[in-house]
């Protein structure tokens, strides 16, 4: 599901889970021990995060859901947001080499790094949860609210768009567009810049830059996923759910 190589001190995490990289139950197991081993380990200077051929990451895999019912979600979104939660908090630099689609979930796992780089071409990023049927957990909603204009968060993420790469640049979801032969070597490029500072100093920063996002999480996540977790399961938002992958089908069609 992860495959891990190292490019002079920097850790690259290559997601590699099915042809979409869907984030699922084991995958958000694998993803959070991985990057508390990580973060454990004195060695790698900074992580860059990337996908594999031309997907970033789609997100939550919804036929999972659909397929497996309520003890799945009950246990997958606790899963998804320690996921979300330990790599927002990494305390060594992150980069998202972002190399395709990137949606929903897979959004926030880019929005959760210190620096998004993402390819030109035809890929899209953003968080059309709504338009799916479901609510976030407060843990995406918080990195998106530190990673995104002020301007634009609120049609981020009322209205469930997926933008191309310079309208996402220009809402505050990409920070540099690449080309796509040039993505890790770039990603790689950053991650030293951002690690060449020493790393108390950056540790110390990075935790206060995000004190306000964390805490919010701390304070209010226990009041909020319950519904969050109780939403995804009712028939209503199933049926939602159903209703859109039809629609993606029929799109693709």
Known sequence: MLQLTDRNGVTILRLEHGKAHALDLELARAITERLGELDRDPGPRALVLTGTGSIFSAGVDLYRLLDEGPGYVRAFVPALTDTFLQLFAFSRPVIAAINGHAIAGGCVLAAACDYRLMTRGDARIGVPELRVGVPFPLVAVEILRFATSPAHLQELLYQGKTYP?????????????????????????????????????????????????????????????????????????????????????????
């Not at 950053?190 to 701390?218: C, D, G, H, Y």
């Open 165 to 253: 790469v310079d309208e996402a640049s220009a809402r505050g979801l990409v920070d540099e567009v690449v080309a796509p032969d040039r993505l890790i070597e770039r990603a790689c490029e950053v991650a030293a810049q951002l690690a060449a500072e020493p790393a108390a100093r950056f540790r110390i920063t990075k935790r206060q830059l995000r004190a306000p996002a964390l805490e919010s999480i701390r304070r209010h996540a226990h009041e909020t996923d319950a519904d969050v977790a109780a939403e995804w399961q009712r028939p209503e938002s199933l049926a939602a759910i159903r209703a859109y992958l039809e629609g993606l089908r029929q799109r693709r069609g």
